[in-house]
């Protein structure tokens, strides 16, 4: 469980501090409520008048975080909040909270219903992948603010700080970032500090962002009662069951290696098949293997070879060196380990057929974590009484919700992504899927502040 | 049986134009001749002389075709024929002949009995790779003319301009020059042209290099009654099995091929396995399946994949096309065909099962040219005769010989390669070892003479 190298996702160290669940929520019968609805048309206005800053030619966005891009989107959705009726301000970290004060909040410091996502986006990214939770998450206090309603619990709407580079945002909340701010140096070399300084964080106070303090020995108290965060799929799952909404299970765990083959070059004409030690015979071995993990073994993993290296790699030399990287993620920890262990099984019998040595060098672990059941069952419900077709998943890719799952109770709502595409300008939710998400987002809300008291 | 691209080896059209082989020789109860030895000091002397030029640290050699290096060695070696009692000249393909005349040669027009191979290097080589050739033969002459003797043909000794690149000069010698001379342009772009001037030769007459003319349909007269080329082994055959002179069978042929796995990119986190294309999977199967055309099917051939490059080489994305390269060799050609045969049938199952698109591109291919049964059996007989231990064994590399024995018999012998190291500064052969080398090319020559009539 040891991180590892220059990766900028640390090892998470601690257990997840979610609280004992209580009970699935039946809404409660009360006909207004029932009956809300988010404006759609304002939702998806917002969404392309987001688009337009780092817009690039085909629709798509670039919008790295700290660029001037990136601030002035920043600002943008601070305005919108504060339209909302919501208090805004920025910690440490940079991550941008808005607060809708509720019923049972009167000196401001009830654990409130949270959600929220990134506005940042990958160098050539989509108008979707984090920007509707954001927008989502406006909307519904929008409506709220609309009917002049207040919940029990403040609800809060974050905008955390470069979840697409060094994911410090969300991190910073769950306590996780590692001291030196060299960690967090960005691949332009440009120190995290004075990246902070441009968006109104603090390197210095980062540790002030957390929002969960121990009360007691084994004892936490978290500012957040729960947070659901809505995202587009960024898979095609949805798409190919034909699905409307993703109740999501949890967001997987990860580990990365970088495994090296040696074997010895030679002359590819004058070394006869058994004088050799081909590394990248071996290799190919491991490709199929690590693809065996995946495909053979029962179970929702993800196991991929994506990055390999031959060396010399000269048509008439038998290769004498490979270096490959392997990705694996699953829901189960227990699962991830178990498979790992195959893989060094299969490993070692690969070294000794092929006469190469196989070494394994670890650069990356996250552990998963579990979406709370009941804001599963919250979720599903809601898709019920909505009439809105839906089918539990995994998360496979990474989200704030992720980190935030480590000391609240946490859940995830997918939309689809057209063909499964994201990171790139084709990127696609439709609006009424957009629309579709954030009711469920709203009435999820509703339902959980009765399910969780204040 | 096309080729292809820009690679320097042309295919080659025609079928080698051997005679029909006379029955092995008996070496004449000449005592005289019987006991002749090379001298193994002057011959060793003569090995580390010529590796002053172009000398690298370790003792290797940088003598690239056509650089001044090359050009003061090809001095050098000429004024050793002419020592040797030979008469030297250049043919319009820059090779240089020394030959030493025979008893049955008045008219200086008789067939020869040839040795030779070549003296440039590859940019970091080493100093037997083809200097061993030619200065055995040198050698081999100069004993006969210590002893004031002369055989019954005349004697050639040949070094072949550029084998390491071009293979210019053996092919000239066969006939085998493509007529656009921008397909022998050097790496730096140098015309051959120019690089023909430096060394003596005239790339407007190199027709005049072909050793052989047709003299009545389907019959043709050749320049060379034999030919054997002496040279390192450049493999560890001989030093695996312990043997001192090594009979070869034959100089393999070649086809390259470029292989492209089309599949498709996807995240490596949101992409379910069954959702996948993963050109690398598809790739990893065709690298084993070439291995095991080498492995599992009986026969001498080697299949090698070499070069393998993916895209786009990520860690988390699944990667969506491979390009790699397939080098696949054998002294049969029917053998070579078959190979293939299976070969793209298991690519059509592959592409099928991983449901990617396979294409096969061929780049090179050269037949195999089978050395001469009869020199076979008479450089078996000298070195039973010599007391040296000998196995039979292809070549898998290619040589001058291999041109040469298109349109006249053909042998090679070789000697063992230390750690079967070649094209490197580490290549070694040991001195006893050049030695003995150049004894059975001496009593080859002697046997050949009485076995072919002038």
Not at 15 to 25: F, K, N
Not at 141 to 166: A, G, M, N, S
Request: glycine share 8%.
């Amino acid at each position: 469980m040891q991180t590892l190298g220059t990766n900028h996702q640390a090892t998470i160290k601690k257990t997840a501090l979610a609280r004992e669940q209580p009970e699935p929520a039946q809404v409660a019968p009360n006909q207004l409520q029932d009956q809300l609805q988010v404006n759609g048309d304002r939702l998806n206005r917002s969404l392309a008048q987001l688009a337009e800053i780092g817009k690039l030619p085909k629709g798509g966005v670039s919008r790295v975080a700290f660029t001037p891009e990136d601030v002035l989107a920043r600002q943008l959705v601070q305005s919108w909040m504060t339209d909302a009726g919501m208090e805004v301000r920025i910690d440490a970290a940079g991550n941008i909270i808005g607060r809708y004060g509720g019923q049972s909040d009167e000196k401001g410091e009830a654990p409130a219903l949270a959600t929220g996502s990134h506005i940042d986006t990958v160098p050539v990214g989509g108008r979707y992948d984090g920007c509707l939770g954001v927008l989502a998450g406006i909307e519904v206090v929008k409506v709220l603010q609309e009917q002049q309603l207040r919940l029990q619990h403040p609800i809060e709407v974050i905008v955390f700080t470069d979840e697409e580079c060094t994911v410090l945002g969300c991190k910073a909340m769950a306590g996780d970032v590692v001291s030196d701010p060299d960690y967090y140096r960005r691949r332009d070399g440009t120190p995290i500090q004075s990246c902070l300084e441009k968006v109104g964080g603090n390197w210095a106070e980062i540790e002030t962002a957390k929002r969960f303090t121990q009360v007691a020995p084994g004892q936490w108290r978290s500012q957040i009662a729960a947070f659901v965060e809505l995202h587009v799929e960024q898979g095609s799952v949805l798409e190919t069951e034909g699905v409307e909404i993703g109740v999501v299970k949890g967001v997987v765990g990860q580990y990365r290696f970088v495994v090296n083959v040696t074997g010895r070059p030679n002359h590819a004409g004058t070394t006869p098949m058994n004088h050799r030690r081909d590394a990248l015979v071996a290799a190919a071995q491991i490709v199929l293997a690590v693809n065996s993990l995946g495909v053979d073994i029962p179970g929702e993993q993800v196991a991929t070879v994506g990055s390999l290296n031959v060396s010399p790699n000269a048509v008439n030399i038998v290769p004498g060196a490979v270096e490959l990287t392997i990705d694996l993620r699953d829901l189960s920890q227990a699962h991830l380990e178990a498979l790992i262990q195959k893989m060094k099984q299969d490993f070692e019998a690969i070294a000794t057929a092929t006469q190469t040595e196989i070494t394994i060098r670890p650069v990356l672990h996250v552990l998963p974590t579990l979406c709370a059941p009941a804001i599963m069952d919250t979720i599903t419900h809601i898709c019920q009484t909505q009439g809105l077709s839906h089918s539990l998943l995994p998360s496979r890719a990474g989200h704030d919700a992720q980190e935030i799952g480590r000391f609240t109770p946490m859940g995830m709502i997918f939309v689809p992504s057209r063909t499964g595409i994201s990171h790139a300008e084709d990127e696609y939710t439709s609006p009424e899927q957009c629309t579709q998400g954030a009711n469920v987002l709203l009435h999820t809300f509703l339902a959980l502040d009765k399910l969780y008291r204040p």
